[in-house]
């Protein structure tokens, strides 16, 4: 059955297990780009030096986001939803969005599948930008609420 709290403790546990993963994803990233590049790439240190600043770079505004989303989750289970800090949160998050959508745009002049990560990143944080705007827009219709009564 559907409940507010469970919901809540699912989105927390999968924030810590994609949290995880980010940290043991940068443990693992020279095996990955290894991996990735093969033997094709291996006499151009650019393009591998490359992978590694995108990859480790977006590893810094990707955990900002988890760290983020669990301070919006942990709000909302204090039954904290409708105020300006969610609304500061989830302009961080769309900033975030967008200097990893940045990193990527800069490494697809080496890789050129990176543009697609671009493309979708701005778009997340775009889509992240709307939702703050309407946090934003209803926290001050609370705040109108709040007033009158």
């Known amino acids: 059955m559907y409940n507010k709290y469970k919901s809540n403790l699912i989105s927390i546990i999968g924030t810590f297990v994609f949290t995880a993963l980010v940290i043991a994803s940068c443990v693992l990233l020279p095996f990955f780009v290894r991996m990735y590049l093969g033997d094709a790439y291996q006499e151009q240190v650019g393009v591998r030096t490359a992978l590694y600043v995108c990859l480790y770079g977006c590893a810094v505004p990707t955990l900002l986001i988890s760290y983020l ?16 800090v969610n609304v ?18 800069v490494l697809g002049f080496f890789i050129t599948f990176s543009f697609v990560m671009a493309f979708s990143m701005a778009f997340i944080g775009l889509m992240t930008r709307v939702v703050k705007n309407l946090f934003n827009e209803a926290v001050d219709i609370k705040e109108e609420n709040d007033l009158t009564v």
């Open 69 to 84: 989303l669990l301070r919006i989750l942990f709000n909302v289970r204090k039954n904290v939803v409708f105020d300006r």
């Open 88 to 105: 500061k949160y989830c302009r961080y998050i769309s900033w975030c969005c967008f200097a990893v959508s940045a990193l990527f745009f």
